[in-house]
DNA sequence: TCAGTCAATTAACACCGTTAACTGAGATTA
DNA sequence: TAATCTCAGTTAACGGTGTTAATTGACTGA
């Protein structure tokens, strides 16, 4: 019976193998080119297979979006290990997202609906989201003990400085070096945290 | 020959009524719903039809992006007329920002391709685009008399946070209020307009 | 009356997400 | 052994998309 063996294990490679392949698409020809069909044909198999993985393409790019945050997450969560100085720890998790926008931007796009990407279920409502805002909610209140309202507040502060700034790179990136931008977007975060004390 | 007269005009109206009918749509269904059929059927034609008015939906998404680069423009230019101080310059024009986003965000999401709209011809190339950043740097240069660069890297920097904030007060409305966005808006653009003395 | 013009239409092409119907090979059972 | 069942994987289909070619049909000027 190699059958209950060998399924489950091929069953996980097809499933990471439908992913991988739609995030490659998306990375050389943007995720309005990202369709079913081609996914299918990249692993070998016809369309109505990777609907027996992912319930429907929305389900496939929210799938895609989470890995984007856990990930986040992970690198965020191994900067609190290495770092113990709260700013720069803040500022080390601005680099890192940074870092993780200019290398894969397709998942970025897909986590914020850029670019033509769009994912209709509610990123609010994502876990993984949830668990980057705590993880940095709870940076910035280990050298800010304020109320929790005061923290979401500088959070969404934060959050919205690097956001605007990686987005705003990106669309610019042909007129202005993206070098530059980075070096702007670095000035910027560290004077945002040392602004915080 | 009435022919010569009423033809134009009328194209006129059909070609304004394309543009108002795709903006509908996108409002009410988002821009993902927006079809060429469905703009057809709206403004009585068939699909045909609206070729002969944009070359493709990318030359009409375009338009729309103009349209509101230029409404801001123009927005931007009354507040110059209007206030002599700098400082409420600016921050006069980020309310504006503000509010044209919030009133607006089917235009807003077209011009920086967010939430499924998407305009494949580079935004960086739009004249309507660089006119309005001629303007704001204008306005930051008028009391901050630095070199063009300088000017540049501030500008850049407005526009990070202030688009930050708009996109991201968007994506959290559900759960953040829009109300208290806004005051954090306020507040940011306050505080950055103020810091540039 | 005939030919020409031209706005507007229908029909078509190659795609899309998604689902139902079908195939065919291997396992199970009588 | 022969018939039945299971099930992974396929093809076919539905209604949609952007876009273009072919076609209609009413009005114009000769």
Known sequence: MEI????????EQT????????????????WQAVSIRKIA?????SAPIVYEYFDSKDVLLDE??????????????RILT??????????????????????QPEIYQVMY??????CSLPV????????????????I?????????????LYFQWWSVSHGMITLAMLLKNEQPIEQSEQVYRETMRRFVRDLR
Chains 1, 2 share one sequence.
């Open 4 to 11: 209950i063996e060998r399924k489950p294990r091929n069953r």
């Open 15 to 30: 499933r990471s193998g439908i992913l991988k392949t739609a995030k490659a698409i998306a990375r050389r020809e943007g």
């Open 41 to 45: 044909d990249a692993i070998e198999y």
């Open 64 to 77: 895609i979006r989470n890995e984007g945050f856990r990930h986040l997450y992970q690198e965020y969560d």
């Open 82 to 103: 290495v770092y113990r100085d709260p700013e720069k720890r803040l500022f080390e998790i601005s680099l890192v997202q940074w870092e993780f926008a200019r290398q």
């Open 113 to 118: 609906n850029l670019d033509g990407a769009l």
């Open 124 to 139: 609010h409502q994502s876990e993984a989201m949830q668990a980057v805002s705590r993880i940095v909610c709870k940076t």
């Open 141 to 153: 209140f280990s050298f800010i003990p304020k109320a929790e309202e005061s923290i979401r507040r």
